[in-house]
């Protein structure tokens, strides 16, 4: 029931349209908790009585106030249910204030098990970082915590001991110095944002900045908060930025937060992706905390690449559900992609996203169970990317495929909420093709396809080679590739479900190659 709360549309939740969010929250670094307020400002699109909020059940709501009144409300679970001082007509605007305060979760293991980082720096001085994805932002403060409703904008105020900063999302608006040995810090979030994004980071941050110039001159705001001690290490690390966002704006369009700027926090966990505040704990070492997890032997900086392609892919195009977290992490996963072939070339790019393939496990689904909070598999990472490069071979036209790639963030899909069906339908509109049933076998069935084949020798060098595909979907077709030594580069041949045949000349039957590295699928020969 708890999940369903959080993650179905009730009509308490239908009713409204978040469209601002003001959070101020005071830290108490001693106790590890917090007190504060967040405003919500909302739209109403049905009447309604009474409308969810969100907050866990660890956190204490002291009062929600709209209109200068005070709201009744009940709690059940993480869900919070307020009634309104009468009914709330469809059209107009509507705007309450919940206080509260707490100690929000400690993470176990961040980002996958978020929560509150509470933690000291190298020199000893206090360091908070939040990571919520998943688990979700309720768990320390008060929204509507639907991955569907993103604020148009937002404001984040955090109040700190003096000698630490705060750095938030988006761009600081102010620094307050009180009387109080307090020093509070304003942020402004001018675009929808993720509730997961909202981040806190907070400790005695070194600032750099620099710029990046866009194809058409325009100049976007860099800036990096680390670690004072670190900041040599980040003045070489932090390099490689400008050459991502050149990749990144050649295949995806000009960074999409461009108000905002681009900003990488140094964090005391490995990395999320935070709008506007990337949060980084590479720790500034190459591949993933120092580990080739290229498999390649690719040396950059692995959080830098992935967070950093999450502005596009999660921040900007966002799903509604949490069961289609696929399109956040595997358009991003293969953006890692995009980015070696922009920085290594072509063939370098395709070794890259086949050294992937062993890190799939192909035992449940990329796909999610909708309504209940559950995202899919882990598989929609590496999986989700080899999916994306099969279906590149499918399109078979690279001019297509990559203004298909750039159209989606770019244009169509930026800073909306999608699902599924959207993504299939544009593609198919697109392409041009029925996709409908690729995207259900790799995405909805936890199997991949497998090409079955048989080679018969019929006379001298003449060879019947007869394949089919095996698959969840009876529906399914789709094209794979072959070479043969001494021909030509590869043949397009399209398999369905029913055998088919072709006869082929071959020296020897090892000069037949099935091109599995330009599509993701097992190979299964039979004596067909």
Request: aromatic content about 14%; overall charge negative; charged content about 20%.
């Amino acid at each position: 029931m708890a999940d369903t709360l959080r993650g179905s549309l009730r009509p308490e939740r239908t009713c409204y349209d978040v469209t601002f969010y003001e959070l101020n929250v005071r830290l108490d670094t001693e106790q590890q908790s917090l007190s504060g307020s967040n405003k919500i400002v909302f739209k109403v699109l049905h009447d309604f009585k009474t409308l969810q909020i969100d907050l866990y059940a660890n956190m204490n709501i002291d009062s929600i106030i709209s209109g200068g009144q005070k709201l009744n409300f009940k709690r059940e679970f993480n869900a919070v249910f307020v009634d309104m001082p009468g009914t709330m007509t469809a059209g107009k605007m509507g705007e309450m204030k919940v206080y509260y305060h707490g100690k929000p979760i400690i993470a176990k293991r961040p980002p996958w098990d978020g929560g509150f980082t509470w933690t000291k720096d190298n020199n000893g001085v206090f360091w908070l970082g939040v990571s919520c994805e998943g688990m979700g932002a309720s768990l320390w403060w008060p929204n509507k915590d639907y991955l569907g409703d993103e604020p148009d904008s937002m404001r984040i105020i955090c109040t700190v001991p003096n000698g630490l900063k705060c750095v938030s999302n988006g761009n600081e608006e102010k620094e307050v110095a009180n009387a109080d040995k307090t020093t509070t810090f304003y942020w402004k979030v001018s675009y929808p944002i993720n509730n997961y994004n909202v981040t806190l980071n907070v400790g005695e941050y070194e600032h750099m900045s620099d710029i990046y110039v866009a194809n058409d001159g325009d100049t976007l705001a860099l800036d990096y908060y680390v670690m004072p001690y670190n900041l040599t290490k980040a003045k070489e690390q932090f390099k490689q930025v400008k050459p991502m966002l050149k990749c990144y704006e050649k295949y995806l369009g000009k960074y999409p937060f461009w108000n905002d700027g681009y900003a990488l926090v140094e964090t005391p966990y490995l990395g999320m992706e935070h709008q506007g505040a990337i949060a980084y704990g590479n720790k500034y070492k190459t591949g993933y905390d120092g580990h080739d997890y290229s498999r390649i032997g690719l040396t950059f900086d692995y959080i830098i690449i992935h967070e950093s392609a999450h502005e596009w892919w999660g921040n900007s195009v966002s799903c509604f559900d949490l069961a289609d977290m696929w399109i956040h992490e595997s358009f991003g996963t293969y953006t890692e992609s995009m980015y070696v072939d922009c920085m290594y070339g072509p063939d370098t790019a395709l070794k890259y996203i086949n050294a992937k393939k062993s890190s799939i496990g192909n035992r449940n689904t990329v796909v999610g169970k909708y309504g209940v909070n559950e995202e899919g598999d882990g598989d929609m990472y590496s999986k989700g990317s080899l999916f994306l490069n099969t279906l590149r071979f499918v399109v078979n036209d690279d001019p297509k495929w990559w203004s298909i790639i750039k159209g989606m963030c770019d244009t169509t899909f930026k800073f909306k909420n999608i699902g599924y069906d959207d993504v299939v339908n544009y593609f198919n509109q697109k392409t041009g093709m029925n996709l409908s049933p690729v995207f259900d076998q790799y995405l909805r069935h936890a199997a991949i396809p497998v090409l079955q084949y048989n080679l018969k020798k019929e006379k001298a060098h003449t060879y019947t080679f007869s394949y089919r595909w095996q698959t969840d979907n009876q529906l399914f077709s789709m094209p794979f590739f072959i070479s043969i030594s001494g021909g030509p580069e590869k043949q397009h041949i399209t398999a369905t479900e029913n055998w088919q045949q072709m006869t082929i000349t071959l020296k020897n039957p090892a000069d037949l190659k099935i091109r599995d590295d330009l599509g993701y699928f097992d190979l299964a020969k039979t004596s067909h």
